[in-house]
């Protein structure tokens, strides 16, 4: 019996090693199960980040679109409210009376230079054959264009016709250095689109380009950007880069 209990050096060496693996694999296993998390649910979770982190851009790329077709609505409803508008001032009574008065007044009257730069409305009914409408729709489009660089854009006024313009043409100065400019590169998509010669298409071509490849630095690069061949020259006087 005592032979059966008594183990070598060699057997008790044995059972210690033994006992250890023993013991490393259920210390193991236990520090695996309560420590290591699940791999499946970090899969589960990062699939779950990754649908919220599309859905939330085809969100994001929903609305710009939305808010695009919005601001093209609004731009052609009021294209469309402009013209209603002035068709309505030119079937008024005082429009054609207005007409009348003054071509009777430019044998009647002495003018003197005007600059259409500077002028305010009243100023300007000191032109031959101008009443309020003209005077306030010179105004009005001087506005828009930032100022006069040519006298030949009196042409471009509402209402006002080639021999209204021969008529009034020696009585106008113009005053370029007052000039409002657009800064191509800085000036937000609102202030850019008021200008006349500048199309809503023109617009987002300019943004996207200084967005995605950097500044606009000269006319002939601009020109290339906006890709339109009817691109009014005078408008290079009013841009800034």
């Known amino acids: 019996m005592n032979d059966f209990l008594t183990f070598t050096k060699g057997e008790r060496v044995a059972i210690i090693v033994l006992a250890a693996v023993m013991f490393l694999l259920i210390a193991a296993n236990f520090f695996v199960t309560k420590h290591n998390p699940n791999v499946n649910k970090i899969s589960h979770d990062i699939d779950s980040i990754m649908a919220l982190h599309e859905a939330a ?7 710009k679109i939305a808010e695009q077709m919005e601001w093209e609505a609004r731009a052609q409803k009021a294209r469309e409210e402009e ?8 079937k008024r009574p005082e429009f054609k009376k207005e007409t009348k008065l003054a071509e009777k007044n430019v044998v009647e009257k002495e003018f003197f230079i005007v600059n259409i730069n500077s002028a305010d409305t009243l100023q300007l009914l000191n032109l031959p054959v101008v ?20 006298k ?4 471009e ?8 313009y021969e008529i009034i043409l020696p009585y106008v100065s113009i005053d370029a250095v007052s000039v409002k400019k657009i800064r191509v590169n800085y000036d937000d998509f609102k202030t850019i689109l008021r200008h006349p010669y500048i199309e809503y298409d023109d617009v987002k071509k ?6 995605t490849k950097g500044m606009i630095t000269n ?3 601009y020109k290339k950007v906006v890709k339109r061949k009817d691109v009014n020259e005078k408008l290079e006087r009013y841009l800034e880069f």
Do not use: C, M
Request: aromatic letters at 10%.
């Open 83 to 90: 013209k209603r508008k002035k068709t309505q001032q030119l």
């Open 57 to 63: 851009i085809e969100e994001l790329n929903a609305r």
């Open 131 to 150: 009443g309020p409408f003209f005077a306030r729709n010179i105004v009005e489009y001087r506005n828009k264009l930032g100022g006069y660089v040519e």
């Open 157 to 164: 006024v509402y209402g006002l016709d080639s021999s209204r």
């Open 152 to 155: 030949e854009q009196l042409l």
């Open 219 to 221: 006319w002939e690069q």
């Open 206 to 211: 300019i943004v996207n380009h200084r967005e």
